[in-house]
């Protein structure tokens, strides 16, 4: 079988190396794509792949249509809001995640930007600091459990509002849950988004929300930037001089942003949550030694086209 790696942001070399013995171990072909800028590169690149393995590279009905022979999408990392599932069930081609294997690193990255833009990018003036403050997060996934796991050691309280989760357990691992996503934004003085972008999330965090946060509050965005509302969070920030955002991601309206928020709107120019050689390492293998698992046992754990 010929397994492509296909990735416009590319894993960090121990990672392609790691990926590369599993699935020549195996006695699979192992090809790779770095850093393409067509899709033109990805259509021809796939035609003769049967398994792939990408991060946020879309894969969509055309790409669906050129590999003809693939039978396996793995997408290192843990959204899949970049592969149309539909296309991919309707071509037979099975799709999966590798849930929590970069979870520590966007984690990590939540206080390394939190803390950058609360010290005022370190430029002399006095700033802010994060022991006895409330973060609240919306959604208690993966991602979620590390950051509450790193605010403890910051002596901050933490909230969370899921409507999928126990919330008893949760309570019971000594974190709040609140009611309503309405309430965690009102009561917390950090407000840390780990939602999926869904059609029901894209475009939900604007006005209401924004403008019910509490005075000084940072809004910290590692999830997707749709999730924003972009017209709504610059208007509404524009006016409450006291907030800040920071996103892992720079907006589409990135220049209006700049020039309507100044240093209290920061963003990353690509994608870092998971940018981490460690998280590299766990999410590729991950993603190698489930390829293989598949074509050995028909295993599909994992798969999110069910
Ligand atoms: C994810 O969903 O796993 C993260 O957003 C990481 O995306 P990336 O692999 O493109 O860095």
Redesign the pocket.
Known sequence: MKVLVATE?PFAAAAVNGIKEIVEGAGHECALLEKYTEKAELLAAVADANALII??DKVDAEVLDAAKELKIVVR????YDNVDLEAATAHGVVVMNTPGQ?ANA?AELVFGMLVYSIRNRFNGKAGSELLGKKLGLLAFGNVSRNVARIARGFGMDVATYDPFIDADKVRAEGFEVVDSQAELFKTCDVISLHIPATPETRGSIGAAYIGSMKKGGVLVNTARKEVINEAELIATMAERTDLRYVSDLMMDAHAEAVEKLGERYFATPK?M???TAEANIN?GLAAANQIVGFFKDGCTRFQVNK
């Not at 290192?76 to 959204?79: D, N, P, R």
């Open positions: 942001k991060r946020s290192a990392g843990a959204g970069n966007v994608k949550g998971a940018q999410a």
